[in-house]
């Protein structure tokens, strides 16, 4: 079966199964994005942005390309879990993707099982990294961040980057709640970064959702998850 459990330094996730289970997981994803006959159109292709990222980490997770535990160093193992490391905000925002365009589409009680599964453990989650913080964060599970953001993308970019330049612990991750109020829709924070996007936009001559996140400076492959 499918776990998750918190990185050590409180960045994110460690997703972990089986290459069945993360097969089963990974098709689950894939029935939800990239299928527009289904879905609103408006915000359709950021949303797919979104998921498309969180899939492809899956899909590499049960390729054993990511992190993997065999049977000869878990004894406790009848044979290889395969795994992936994934921020709180990018799973978070994710999920939120994810059962938007749920909605819209023809869903299996395994489908359902499956999302249901992926909650139960990232509260999980939240809770063995840190019960005080978790209290105030594990309502982003259920609602909260905005599913229907046409540039929901963009935001998952930008509070992702603002979390890692915490670089983690207890007090980074108590202040999460707070950053992604930024997602929830008409929130000041919610407005101010719309504003934001806008003016840059109209700066560049570009589509608001075209937009992408000024972090070359961020060295993403020396994070301490």
């Not at 023809?106 to 999980?124: A, P, R, V």
């Amino acid at each position: 079966m499918m776990y998750i459990n918190p990185t050590k330094k409180g960045l994110g996730i460690e997703i972990w199964g089986t290459y069945d289970d993360l097969r089963l997981f990974y098709n689950t994803i894939s029935k939800f994005w990239n299928n527009t006959n289904n879905l609103p159109q408006k915000g359709s292709e950021n949303r797919d942005h979104l998921i498309s990222g969180f899939s492809y980490e899956i899909r590499k997770a049960k390729e054993g390309s990511r992190l993997v535990r065999n049977p000869s160093q878990f004894p406790s193992l009848l044979q290889e879990y395969y795994g992936v490391q994934v921020s709180w905000v990018h799973a978070l925002f994710s999920l939120t993707a994810i059962k938007f365009n749920m909605q819209y589409s023809e869903t299996s009680k395994l489908d359902i099982s499956q999302i249901l599964l992926f909650e139960f453990w990232l509260e999980d989650a939240m809770m063995k990294f840190d019960g005080k913080g978790a209290k105030e964060l594990a309502g982003y599970i259920e609602d909260g961040l905005y599913g229907a953001n046409p540039c929901i993308y963009q935001y998952m970019r930008s509070i992702n980057l603002d979390f890692f330049i915490l670089k983690g612990g207890v007090r980074a991750f108590r202040k999460l709640p707070q950053l992604l109020r930024r997602g929830v829709y008409y929130t000041e924070e919610y407005k101010d970064y719309q504003k934001f996007l806008e003016n840059e936009a109209q700066k560049l001559k570009c589509e608001v959702s075209d937009l992408e996140l000024s972090d070359d400076d961020f060295d993403y492959e020396s994070i301490e998850w």
